[in-house]
């Protein structure tokens, strides 16, 4: 797409950042249909003055919405402390950060039970756990085992395990030998894991593949066959984990205990950061100067994300997950619609399914009716909206999925939203007067 899409209505100003970013910014993204200048809880607005309510939290990353002051206090203090130390000296929030992601995992710091290495994004923590599996099984295992339709990023080493074909094969041949199998097939991954094989990478729910959770057992099933040839299980959780499916960490549901686990996306609460954390013996699978990163851990992405899992606590989060995301998804299968099969997730990670590949249609009906949401398959739209999402926003959004998916259907008559007249967001404490971006 080089283009705007032709149904999405843009406004003067979207239209004139539109081309400016046409003109500027590589073309992997296509142009996005909004200009978003500002957020507020799970509002945003765009750079004309439409307000949205955001059911997509940046890719299920902001997850204690926008601007929220616990965020807004942590990082403005911790700039004004220090922002970058580099990984020649330690701060003690990537030390505390650490302390708690162990504590969350109940790994026993007294017999040394897990260590984490911090990067700036999922593929980053993806690409830490592929050096940690290499360096830990040798050359005598040169095999991956990973999902068809499986996503772990867009970097050579993540891209190589992702599982589809379409991204990944043009930029091969990669340095990686990887063995896709069908996710949720357990007599195949069974069948996939040898001796030669190093580590299965997982995801416990396919979050880009469409929302599509791992059957009960599967997980169960990967760790007994890592453990029958000494393979291990790297899970990736860059997309479920803290709090999305209302659990810190969805492998929990799975009763399984991963070797290696991958985090990113809602731990900095839209500050960039990721995590691998290695557990029991690969805690300590890197030696000194095996790895590294200048930004990885840095005080400033740290202090978002203590605050991101101090409030989540205090504010009983993944209890607000469970309850809004169940009514969410019984609000979606209760809708009649020609359109709509149903749903599938848990949590504040749905998808409503199509009866056909229209979302992408939907999601331009849904905008226009003032709900950001993403067409993450043809036939799916996903639904990972900030972890404060009120059961009265859920309540809006099901009021308006009829006519949403009416829009999309009919390939888009209804005008665009237009909430508070146009009229600017209110400005947050602490930005001046008038500014809006
Ligand atoms: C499961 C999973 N792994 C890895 C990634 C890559 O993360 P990033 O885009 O931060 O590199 C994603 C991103 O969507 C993801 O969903």
Known sequence: MSEPEASVATGPETEALQKRFTAAIMPNYGVPPAALIRGAGCRVWDADGREYTDLIAGIATSSLGHAHPAITAAVSHQVSLIAHTSNLFLHERE??????????????????????????SGAEANEAALKLVRRMQGPARPVIV???????GRTMGALALTGKASIREPFGPFGVRVRFVPFGDTDALRGAVDTGVAAVFLEPCLGEGGVVPAPEGYLRAAREACDQVGALLV???IQSAIGRSGTW????AHGVRPDVLTLAKGLGGGLPIGACIGLGRCGTGFAKGDHGSTFGGNPVACAAALAVLDTIERDGLLANVTAVGARLAAGISAVSHPLLAGVRGRGLWLAAVLIRPEAPAVEAAARRAGFLVNAVQPDAIRLAPPLILTAGEAEEFLAALPAILDDGASGGTNPPALRHGGLPPPVPPGLPEGATR
């Open 95 to 120: 030390v505390e950060l650490a302390e708690r992601l162990l504590g969350l995992l109940s790994a026993d710091q007294t017999r040394a039970d897990g260590r984490v290495f911090f990067a700036n």
């Open 249 to 252: 960490f969805a492998h929990r």
């Open 146 to 152: 990973a999902a068809e339709n499986g996503f772990h």
């Open 235 to 237: 899970v990736d959780e």
